[in-house]
């Protein structure tokens, strides 16, 4: 721990000890039947289950809030001209412009980039022959602004030609598998541009949200398109000082005025997972009402914030030293969360995107 920082900030007071093996590397056979650790924020006590008991915790009237987000195959795999290998990691999806005459398009992108040997501005990158890459100019820590030129329509040409961008640590030699299309995105992924997925919302299926609105919960969705911030290590030791990257949500009108109308009649609001969280803190003024947002979302939640919206949260287990950790440590209690994640270490729980779930049942 280092002097002078309270515990409760030192970033030292959020590692906790994770054999490699617990970190999951394949998705469960089954979305819904992740195991499900309960806890108890007020009293610590916890609970093992699976994840299709979570319909127990719902009572007629809640909400379950979910982020829409789909992630897009965000990594490109390429050659300089010169024969070197290029990594491309697109990190805000790209809104292309196609002059309609010849389907010949560009589009600025920003993107972290790889290669053995570095890149230099006006060095041209082929991923394939009707998508290349030139690099404008080089940031700091392997960023770097490139013009994308295509034949065609970027989408399509992006969903063959990319790879999703599967976290650090899932690591496979091959990279992506043919399962990750469909496991690595929610059955509720409808609005594109997240380079990582809402992991949370993962485990539900078709079936299980039908079992949930056959109790008399609601469903309402935002969109907050996860980003490269959500991998960024925490490079600071007082906590306090780091800074989130932005990321664009959109809560809509409808979306605002169901959560408010929920709140009023005393139904319950349940967050899946720590984005959806975000979002609706980042939209909530300071009543604690929900408004419709659109924008760039840069809210940094760690323990002391003062929740205005949230208190029931369904999320996955996070990396030690993460910002999520300190976000579920803020809702629940940082010594609560440890000792809960010292549980389903040693009951062999399967952690990070793939993982299993845990829920937070705050009233």
Avoid at 151 to 163: C, I, R, S, T, V
Avoid at 254 to 268: L, P, Q
Avoid at 278 to 294: H, I, K, M, N, P
Avoid at 302 to 321: A, D, E, S
Wanted: aromatic residues 10%.
């Amino acid at each position: 721990m280092a002097e002078n920082i309270p515990l409760i900030y030192d970033i030292d007071s959020y590692r906790f000890n994770l054999p490699p093996e617990r970190i999951a590397q394949q998705p469960a056979v089954n979305r819904d039947r992740s195991r499900l650790l309960a806890l108890n924020p007020a009293t610590g006590a916890v609970s093992d289950l699976h994840f299709t008991d979570i319909v127990d915790f719902f009572s007629p009237h809640d909400l379950l809030v979910v982020n829409n987000t789909r992630v897009f195959p965000a990594r490109l795999l390429g050659r300089k001209e010169s024969g070197g290998k290029v990594e491309l990691l697109i990190l805000h999806y790209p809104q292309e412009t196609l002059p309609a005459a010849d389907k010949h398009g560009q589009v600025a992108v920003t993107g972290l980039l790889k290669s053995s040997k570095g890149c230099r501005p006006g060095q041209r990158i082929i991923f394939a022959d009707e998508l290349t890459a030139e690099v404008v100019e080089l940031y700091a820590a392997g960023k770097a602004r490139l013009q994308l030129h295509f034949q065609g329509e970027l989408a399509p040409l992006l969903d063959k030609y990319g790879q999703l961008p599967l976290p650090p640590y899932i690591r496979r030699e091959q990279g992506e598998e043919p399962q990750d299309r469909e496991r690595y995105q929610t059955v509720f992924a409808a609005a594109t541009g997240a380079i990582a997925a809402p992991t949370a919302g993962l485990h539900f299926t078709d079936e299980l949200l039908s079992a949930i609105a056959r109790k008399g919960v609601e469903r309402e969705s935002v969109t907050l398109h996860v980003g490269y911030g959500t991998f960024a290590p925490v490079r600071v030791q007082d906590i306090r000082q780091h800074r989130i990257h932005s990321e664009f949500l959109t809560v809509s009108a409808g979306t605002a005025a169901k959560i408010n109308e929920v709140r009023d009649r005393g139904g319950r609001l349940w967050a899946v997972g720590t984005t959806t969280v975000r979002a609706l803190e980042f939209a909530a003024d300071d009543a604690g009402r929900v408004q419709a947002r659109e924008g760039w979302c840069d809210l940094y939640i760690y323990p002391g914030y003062q929740f205005k919206v949230v208190r029931n949260l369904i999320t996955n287990f996070h990396l030690p030293g993460s910002s999520l950790l300190f976000m579920v440590s803020a809702l629940a209690g940082r010594e609560r969360v440890l000792a809960a994640y010292a549980h389903a270490v040693a009951r062999g729980y399967r952690f990070f995107s793939y993982g299993d779930a845990m829920i937070l049942v705050g009233g």
